[in-house]
């Protein structure tokens, strides 16, 4: 696993999730919270909030943005139902967590860098930097 943390004091760091029902993708914001960069790809195992919440320690997050998926008619779909869950148990740990819309990220990430196996960060990446660029246009 990557590690990106130092002993340099943080300004602001971002967690980006791409939430899938067999693997989840991880992407982490540069130290200024300007870039999105694919971190690694996680099981979705019993023990996923566990592994977040190292990497979030670790990395200094305060804050994660995660991926609002979202069927072709903008209504919510099976995935969307399960990340409300994930997304309310990464609160009872003490994050905040926003909802970023996305739409297909990982075919995206495909396009971009063909399939292998870190499609799913990469595609949390795209997830991360669009709610980046949002945030700097406010």
Do not use: C, H
């Not at 971190?39 to 195992?45: A, E, H, M, S, Y």
């Not at 919440?53 to 670790?58: E, F, L, T």
Request: glycine share 6%; net charge negative; proline share 3%.
């Amino acid at each position: 696993m990557d590690k990106l943390s130092s002993d340099k004091e943080i300004a602001v760091r971002l967690l980006g999730i791409d939430y899938g029902s067999k693997r989840v993708g991880i992407a982490l914001s540069d130290p200024n919270g300007q870039f999105a960069m694919p971190f690694t790809v996680i099981q979705n195992t019993s023990e996923l909030i566990t592994e977040i919440k190292k990497i979030a320690i670790d990395n200094q997050v305060k804050e994660i943005i995660l991926g609002e998926s979202k069927n072709y008619k903008g209504e919510p779909n099976a995935i969307f139902l399960d990340s409300l869950e994930f997304k309310d148990q990464l609160e009872a740990k003490g994050f905040k967590v926003i909802f970023e819309p996305e739409f297909m990220t990982s075919v995206q990430a495909e396009r971009f860098q063909g399939k292998n196996e870190l499609t799913d960060s990469s595609a949390a990446a795209l997830i991360l930097q669009s709610y980046l660029d949002r945030e700097k246009r406010k």
